[in-house]
């Protein structure tokens, strides 16, 4: 937690940012009714990338996608070495990845390219940010998880670990107080390099 900096605080607040419009939209849209899945993930979504890039972070949503997986769509950015998604996860459960081998990769550490200033650095670790709503579409939980392996549904997923991120106001008991490197002025949130290495996993599972 403390290699992240202040991404889990600004993931924080930029979640529960985001879940309040949602619910806002819905008692506004569908006061009466529960509200379809698939928006109000993307909803959360939209505003959490606008909430980032207004921070100058350079996250972007996931290019692959379908209608099944609509819901649990990522955005991802790259920050101090390591390469983070932040995906609806219920109840901190990793989702699984569908058809998309590239979440597989991801889920397997594989590592990834991307850009600082003109030079590439490979990627240390793959982390997962896993958010979820609880019934009045406030954010109920955030999630840090270090996937170690990647299948097509949610029971052939697996993580080293999934470790709650405490509520800013609870602060991070047991942890000390992260110290801000010298840049984390989140210059190093830039966007990948569009083809992955294919590197072999550094760690067996």
């Known amino acids: 937690m403390n290699n992240l900096g202040r991404i889990p605080l600004l993931l924080y607040q930029g979640l529960e940012q985001a879940a309040s419009k949602t619910a806002t939209f819905r008692d506004l849209e569908c006061p009466t009714e529960r509200m379809d899945e698939g928006m109000a993930a993307s909803l959360v979504r939209f505003h959490l990338l606008r909430y980032l890039k207004n921070l100058g972070v350079e996250a972007q949503v996931e290019e692959e996608w379908d209608l099944d997986s609509l819901p649990f ?7 101090s070495g390591y390469h983070v998604k932040v995906l609806k996860g219920p109840k901190g459960c990793l989702p699984g990845c569908g058809l998309s081998e590239k979440k ?3 889920y397997n550490q594989l590592p990834s390219m991307y850009l600082i200033e003109n030079r590439a650095v490979q990627t240390t670790a793959n982390l997962l940010v896993l958010w979820d709503f609880d019934s009045t579409y406030a954010l109920a939980g955030v999630w840090l998880a270090l996937p170690a ?3 097509k549904r949610f029971s052939e997923v697996s993580a080293f670990w999934v470790n709650r991120i405490p509520h800013p106001s609870e602060g991070l008991a047991g942890i000390a107080a992260p110290t ?22 550094s760690n067996e599972r």
């Open 180 to 201: 801000p490197p010298p840049n984390d002025d989140l210059n190093d949130l830039l966007v990948p390099i569009r083809n992955d290495r294919k590197v072999r996993q």
């Open 73 to 79: 769509m990522g955005i991802a950015f790259h920050y």
């Open 104 to 106: 597989v990769r991801f």
């Open 149 to 151: 392996a990647g299948g």
